[in-house]
């Protein structure tokens, strides 16, 4: 058994090993081990204690990748400091919840002195995280996001699938600290298992990083983007300018983006706004994707849904955050509303029950959220996936999409309430992983950064990403594949096979022969 003082060292490992590896660590191969000594530290534990050390563990490390959050929130919503500290810390320990009851469930069921314990562990964790709601599903595997060869595993079994071999592995050196006591033989088995697991799981995402190299079935569609670094007291003149420099720069452009941004803006609902894009695009003679502002409910044809569900929430003038794609006419062809809202940025929740919630957010907005995932038809060949802001970090979000035909994921944002801060290094390692999941290019571009362009295989075009808070006008060419992935057409399977393995693990009896002493 450990001491109180071993089991804080091991938890303190834990969470420095975590924030080593994490999106905006320097090391992020750190990840295959970063859980390993937290499970550790709750062996010989009771269900009760090793709930505690998982929930305090788990929301320590929650809390040191998204304490961006706190300063976003302050800039944006205009809330105090004390009381946006402790719903940042509120949020952490809701969010760690799923891992409690996993260290709950390690040390009741005895899975670390159990032969398929690995299994166990690994299904548990994955069936927990997978199920339970979150607004910030990020997680132990986002880590690897600079890692495109371990990526390769989400065009098979999706986000479930990477992250269960990552807990695997963890949890195999787990055992094998647990088995140096009692053979050094089978210590070892366990270290080269959990080593060789790594290698050739990076060898399998090479040869399937250069299998799709080497197809022909592909489009080509040049992009242009421009990152404004607009803040709400902006004009759009920088805007409108940087986007004329880029396409004289590059007149052979086939698509413009415009990113997410504060400035005061609306296509539809603002006659002069909407005077200036016009007659800009009619000039540069390129088509634009672009993100309105807002668009009132009814604005749009063929909203009535959504109309009827911003009415029933009972807002005084409920809008949407909406997506518009222009020809190179400046015609209106096609227009999209955000489905996933940022809870106290874009809407309050449960403000309708509780309507003084108002007066402690006083700069949220009060959008509300579009019904339908319509991909915007660019030509015979390519139709974009148009995700407004962290809609891109949502699997379930883009199925729809890649089933109506979508080949192309554009995601606009703007992250510059996140400041010089890694919170768009997160979004942005969260996001990416869509592109692999689904066998398609992913281009994002920010208001301030990080902007860039990823490949089909999750490779990332290094010309293209962009530092935060700058400015910048990059162009890129894209190659957009017809074929979509394994995962793209059989969706979660191996998450519910998952399920079956976590089901199998509850009901086996909890005894079994200790690793340890």
């Not at 080269?192 to 060898?203: E, F, S």
């Not at 803006?265 to 003679?285: A, G, M, Q, T, W």
């Not at 604005?299 to 809008?319: C, D, F, I, T």
């Not at 199925?399 to 010089?420: A, C, K, Q, R, Y």
Request: net charge neutral.
């Amino acid at each position: 058994m450990y001491s109180k003082v071993r089991r804080g060292l091991l938890v303190l490992a834990s969470i420095i090993l975590f924030y080593l590896s994490m999106p905006s660590g320097p090391f992020p191969w750190l990840v295959w081990l970063a859980f390993s000594s937290v499970l550790l530290a709750i062996y010989g534990l009771t269900p009760l204690q090793a709930a505690g050390l998982f929930l305090f563990t788990s929301s320590t490390c929650i809390l040191l990748v998204m304490w961006w959050l706190m300063p976003a929130a302050i800039n944006f919503t205009g809330l105090h400091a004390l009381p946006a500290f402790f719903i940042l810390l509120l949020l952490a320990l809701i969010i760690a919840l799923p891992y409690a009851v996993l260290g709950c469930l390690v040390a009741y069921k005895n899975w670390l002195d159990r032969p398929l314990g690995i299994v166990w562990v690994s299904a548990a964790f994955v069936v927990l995280i997978s199920f339970y709601p979150s607004s910030l599903p990020g997680n132990y595997a986002h880590s690897l996001y600079t890692e495109p060869e371990f990526l390769q595993l989400l065009a098979i079994g999706g986000l479930p699938l990477l992250l269960f071999f990552v807990v695997a592995v963890n949890s195999t050196f787990t055992y094998c600290f647990l088995a140096r006591r009692t053979g050094k033989k089978q210590c070892l088995l366990f270290g080269a298992g959990g080593i060789c697991t790594v290698g050739l799981l990076w060898l399998f995402g090479a040869w399937q990083i250069n299998q799709s190299a080497s197809q022909t079935s592909a489009e080509q569609l040049k992009i242009g983007f421009i990152q404004p670094k607009l803040i709400r007291e902006d004009s759009l003149e920088r805007l409108y300018r940087m986007t004329q420099e880029l396409v004289e720069d590059n007149p052979d452009i086939d698509l413009l983006l415009w990113p997410e941004f504060p400035t005061e803006f609306s296509y539809l609902e603002d006659p002069y706004d909407k005077r200036n894009v016009d007659r800009l695009i009619r000039r540069l003679d390129k088509p634009l994707l672009f993100v309105s502002g807002y668009t009132y409910a009814g604005a749009v044809e063929g909203e009535n849904e959504s109309k009827k569900l911003a009415e029933s929430a009972q807002l005084p003038r409920p809008y949407f955050n909406t997506a518009h794609f222009l020809n190179d006419k400046a015609q209106l062809l096609a227009s999209y509303d955000k489905q996933v809202l940022v809870p106290f940025f874009e809407y309050i929740p449960y403000e309708a029950t509780f309507p003084f919630l108002r007066a402690l957010f006083p700069g949220t907005y009060q959008y509300v959220p579009g019904s339908t995932s319509k991909t915007i038809r660019f030509n015979e060949r390519i139709n974009l996936v148009p995700l407004i802001c962290y809609e891109t970090v949502f699997p379930d979000l883009v199925h729809p999409f890649v089933e109506s035909g979508g080949n192309i994921m554009i995601n606009l944002t703007n992250d510059i309430w996140l400041g010089e801060t890694d919170g768009s290094k997160y979004h942005f390692a969260m996001g990416m992983f869509r592109a692999v999941e689904h066998g398609m290019p992913w281009v994002r571009a920010t208001n301030s950064g990080v902007s860039g362009v990823v490949s089909a295989t999750g490779v990332m075009d290094p010309e293209t990403l962009t530092p935060v808070m700058s400015q910048a006008s990059k162009v890129a060419t894209v190659t957009v594949p017809q074929q979509r992935t394994f995962y793209s057409h059989s969706g979660d399977i191996f998450l519910y096979l998952l399920c079956v393995v976590f089901l199998i693990g509850l009901i086996l009896p909890s005894r079994g022969v200790r690793l340890s002493s």
